[in-house]
């Protein structure tokens, strides 16, 4: 997840100041690569004229496409991932893995043939891979929450450390955090717990959900947000 996370990130400008070894790290395990003779034959192919249109074979009219952008921009990196990629994929559910690939596909179009057409499809692309990176989270947190939940339940002590954990990963470490994790902890563990210390988790609890207009990470919150509030 986070591997593909900075391919999202990237730019138009950064993915056209991508190294040749860059371009090899996006290619996956059932990867179809070119070889330098393959290449090397495409480039030397005499492509008739009006081939796009006059030819009733598939496969003959893919090959002289191929042929002739290799003859129009060299052997690049960007025109071999293309060429590669549509070798590759032919069609079927867009994974992780595969989102990636498509939005690499359309960087490299991007830099053949610049133009606001193939910097929508690049945009397109990565909207969708960002939409499959989040959901891919949540499905991830979803589990995360369930298993600490069952912890909780069989070993409170261990829930509060991974508790701690899951939580100051998702929000930081910071001063509202902590005050948010501690009260957990002594709420969980019935521990007393001071006025001063319910006013304080009122207001880290009030900070980082209320003012952000976001939900909490665990519904634990919501009970002690209550609890404090009734104390």
């Not at 690049?122 to 995360?144: H, T, W």
């Not at 954990?165 to 717990?193: Q, S, V, W, Y």
């Amino acid at each position: 997840m986070k591997e593909a996370e900075q391919w999202l990130h990237l730019t138009l400008k950064d993915w056209t100041n991508l190294k040749d070894e860059d371009w090899e790290k996006l290619k996956g395990e059932d990867w179809v690569r070119l070889t330098d003779a393959e290449v090397k034959a495409l480039m030397n192919l005499k492509v008739p004229p009006g081939w796009a249109f006059e030819e009733a074979d598939e496969a003959l009219r893919k090959k002289h496409r191929e042929a002739q952008l290799f003859q129009q921009f060299g052997d690049i990196p960007q025109l071999r991932y293309m060429v590669e990629f549509d070798r590759t994929w032919g069609g079927g559910i867009v994974t992780l893995e595969r989102a990636k690939q498509l939005v690499a596909d359309m960087a490299a179009m991007y830099f053949l043939f610049p133009g606001p057409g193939n910097q929508q499809s690049f945009e397109k692309m990565r909207n969708m891979l960002q939409s499959i990176i989040e959901q891919g989270k949540r499905s991830l947190e979803k589990e995360e929450l369930r298993l600490l939940e069952q912890l909780r339940i069989e070993d409170p002590e261990a829930w509060v450390k991974s508790m701690r954990a899951f939580f100051i990963e998702k929000h930081g470490n910071t001063p509202g955090t902590n005050t948010i994790i501690e009260f957990l902890r002594k709420l969980e563990l019935d521990l007393p717990r001071a006025d001063n210390e319910c006013r304080s988790y009122l207001t880290a609890y009030n900070a980082l959900y209320t003012a952000f207009k976001i939900r909490s990470t665990y519904e634990y919150e919501y009970y002690a947000m209550l609890e404090a509030s009734d104390q």
